[in-house]
């Protein structure tokens, strides 16, 4: 069964440090997210991505993060200048384009784990 | 975006069925209802997903009234591999913004026991 894999499953950084959080969203998807959940709170939305460009984003997604697909496959997520706020679990996901439904599937990935010092 | 209100908890035993409760008062015309389960330090993976009435895959069945303002997911004979967190989500139907982003909420914490 195809899945989204995501790299590093952890990540330790410094203050200030930039982190770049990979993922390969499923090959036939054409919608990619990220999502971050701090130890013991709710999933949350950042960014969705569709057709080369953001699609949705929340507060939380301000001019610290950056997405971008380099290549048909990878899609990453930048943090220019981790804060401790910025410790969570990061998952990406990835949907098929949506036809009557926009709440269609979202497959998500194992997360990566960032822990910022 | 309709909000939801589902328990916090729920406790069962292996072999038995559980039924799941949320409710969404202000769920629009075109509004889906999904469900997710979510493993401790795993992403969350959908479950079942409805509009009216009664869906039903291979793992869960997901009961809706007809004034879709509440619905109930089911699984049928748990294990304790079922131990999990269960998220009800409303949106996304075609007239929608065509918002896509998933908003989780407390979810309902599943325990089963031997």
């Known amino acids: 069964e195809p899945e989204v894999t995501q790299t590093p499953s952890h990540q330790v950084t410094q203050m200030g440090q930039e982190v770049i959080l990979r993922c390969v969203p499923i090959?036939?998807?054409?919608?990619f997210y990220w999502y971050r959940q701090i130890l013991g709170q709710k999933v949350e939305f950042l960014v969705s991505?569709?057709?080369?460009?953001?699609?949705?984003k929340s507060e939380i997604f301000d001019d610290q993060f950056s997405v971008e697909r380099p290549d048909g496959s990878n899609f990453t997520l930048k943090i220019r200048s981790t804060k401790l706020e910025d410790s969570a679990m990061y998952f990406c996901?990835?949907?098929?384009?949506?036809?009557?439904?926009?709440?269609?599937?979202?497959?998500f990935g194992p997360g990566t784990r960032l822990t910022v010092l | 975006l309709a909000k939801t209100t589902q328990p916090i908890s729920m406790d069962s035993y292996e072999g038995q069925e559980v039924n799941i409760t949320c409710s969404h008062n202000?769920?629009?015309?075109?509004?889906?209802i999904t469900w997710y389960q979510q493993f401790p330090s795993q992403g969350p993976r959908f479950i079942i997903q409805?509009?009216?009435t009664k869906v039903t895959n291979e793992v869960a069945s997901l009961f809706i009234p007809a004034d879709r303002k509440s619905s109930t997911l089911s699984l049928p004979r748990v294990s304790l591999s079922d131990t999990a967190v269960y998220y009800c989500?409303?949106?996304?139907?075609?007239?929608?913004?065509?918002?896509?982003?998933?908003?989780f909420g407390s979810g309902t914490r599943l325990q089963v026991q031997p």
């Open positions: 996901a990835s949907s098929e384009v949506a036809g009557e439904i926009a709440f269609n599937e979202q497959f």
């Open positions: 090959s036939n998807h054409l919608y």
């Open positions: 991505f569709y057709n080369n460009e953001i699609s949705e």
């Open positions: 202000n769920i629009a015309t075109n509004d889906y």
């Open positions: 409805g509009y009216k």
């Open positions: 989500l409303v949106g996304g139907g075609v007239r929608d913004t065509g918002r896509r982003a998933l908003t």
